[in-house]
């Protein structure tokens, strides 16, 4: 929420000891008026945020972390993407609409469905790809595949959301006979 608003951020991330857990908070990038515990990172301020119980201001760190060393990681816009699918059987062919949604912070370019039938052995009867999609911020697109049950099989439905040649999201139907 911090970075969407604007603001730099940062995570910081405390070592396990013997007497605490490891603990991640956040890092704020702040410049004149703000004081407290800070760390630099590629030249900026980072002040500590407490995110795990109310009541710590901007740079105020609880006893158990001061002076410890806090490894910082930045936050990189990626893109987060989900999907929910449902079927329609029209005749011989399932219709399969699947809405693939990116939570992310990054928008997504180049994404597509790959849907089919298991056959076993990493092996997919069937198998449709949906044409070529960007997904903005918050963005949702439906995909519509029509798919062929191949007959007489035990098998399960397969959806997978395709993004920079990896899946990046898939499901699977129960176990039927087609």
Request: net charge negative; with cysteine.
């Amino acid at each position: 929420m911090i970075n969407a608003l604007g603001y730099g951020t940062v995570l910081l991330s405390f070592d396990k000891t013997d007497d605490r857990a490891g603990h991640v908070a956040v890092g704020v990038k702040g410049g004149e008026g703000i004081y407290g515990t800070s760390w630099t990172y590629e030249g900026d301020k980072y002040y500590y945020l407490e995110t795990t119980s109310i009541g710590w201001e901007i740079g105020e760190i609880p006893d158990d972390f001061q002076n410890c060393l806090a490894h910082i990681y930045p936050m990189v816009p990626v893109p987060i993407l989900t999907h929910d699918w449902i079927t329609e059987v029209k005749g011989s062919t399932l219709e399969l609409k699947v809405t693939v949604t990116n939570m992310g912070s990054a928008p997504a370019k180049g994404v597509y469905v790959y849907a089919g039938f298991d056959a076993g052995n990493n092996q997919c009867w069937n198998h449709q790809e949906s044409q070529l999609f960007d997904l903005e911020v918050n963005g949702s697109v439906v995909a519509t595949l029509y798919l062929t049950p191949p007959p007489g099989e035990h098998t399960i439905l397969y959806v997978q959301i395709v993004y920079d040649g990896y899946s990046v999201d898939d499901s699977y139907s129960k176990w039927y006979d087609t």
